[in-house]
């Protein structure tokens, strides 16, 4: 599957502040989903952008899916603690003749809070 | 959607033996699949368990290590073998209702002494 890199790995803020995390490849995805995965929670589903060009907003959630569809950010406007947790980018691919699917996940930004 | 229940939660095991995990959903799904996530780190796919047919295994996992089994459409189960400290992760199942979410159990939590 296709790699997909994701920065930063940390991000801490103050509540209230912005948030951004940022998804690159070398090479163009056929679509892009996002999750979110609290502390000793599991995945959870966001959002999936497929569009060149594609704004998603959810509430204080924007997600972008860029021109080249190469790269794709999360950006959350004014940090609350309950937005704490481990955000994942990944790109969803079919092979094997249409088969076979598989998920391959970003290594995740771990955005932590301070109240 | 899908609710996904995982037993067991947790689990701590001697190295050498086996554990069985079992993954059930609360309705028919084609796709599902189980990943694994060390502490800290994403999360990697160890293979699609197909109904009917044997697993398909990702690169640098092997059916003689991570037996999995998808008896109907609803439940599957994935065999940690001959465990080693290196095996200690969370292992997820998760199914695909359509090309667009995958929906996740609450994880097994396992330690290998």
């Known amino acids: 599957g296709q790699q997909v890199m994701q920065i930063p790995q940390y991000q801490h803020v103050q509540e209230g502040e912005d948030f951004t995390t940022y998804c690159n490849s070398s090479t163009t995805l056929s679509n892009i989903q996002w999750y979110k995965q609290r502390p000793g929670g599991h995945p959870v589903f966001l959002i999936q952008?497929?569009?060149?060009?594609e704004v998603k907003k959810q509430k204080r959630l924007t997600f972008q899916f860029g021109e080249a569809k190469k790269n794709s950010s999360l950006h959350i406007t004014a940090t609350q603690t309950t937005d704490v947790g481990t955000y994942f980018c990944?790109?969803?691919?079919?092979?094997?003749?249409?088969?076979?699917?598989?998920?391959?996940f970003g290594k995740g930004t771990l955005l932590t809070v301070n109240p | 959607s899908a609710v996904i229940s995982q037993k067991p939660s947790r689990d701590i095991c001697q190295r050498g033996t086996s554990l069985t995990i079992q993954c059930q959903v609360d309705?028919?799904?084609?796709?599902m699949f189980w990943y694994r996530q060390q502490p800290g780190q994403s999360l990697t796919l160890i293979a699609t368990?197909?109904?009917?047919?044997?697993?398909?295994?990702e690169s640098g996992f092997v059916i003689d290590k991570f037996p999995i089994s998808r008896p109907n459409l609803t439940f599957s189960t994935l065999t940690v073998s001959n465990m080693s400290p290196e095996d200690s992760s969370i292992y997820l199942c998760?199914?695909?209702?359509?090309?667009?979410?995958?929906?996740f159990g609450p994880g097994t939590r396992l330690t290998v002494l």
């Open positions: 952008l497929v569009k060149s060009g």
């Open positions: 990944a790109q969803g691919s079919i092979y094997s003749g249409g088969s076979n699917y598989k998920l391959t």
């Open positions: 998760s199914v695909m209702v359509s090309y667009n979410e995958q929906f």
């Open positions: 309705s028919q799904v084609t796709m």
């Open positions: 368990a197909n109904q009917g047919s044997e697993a398909t295994y």
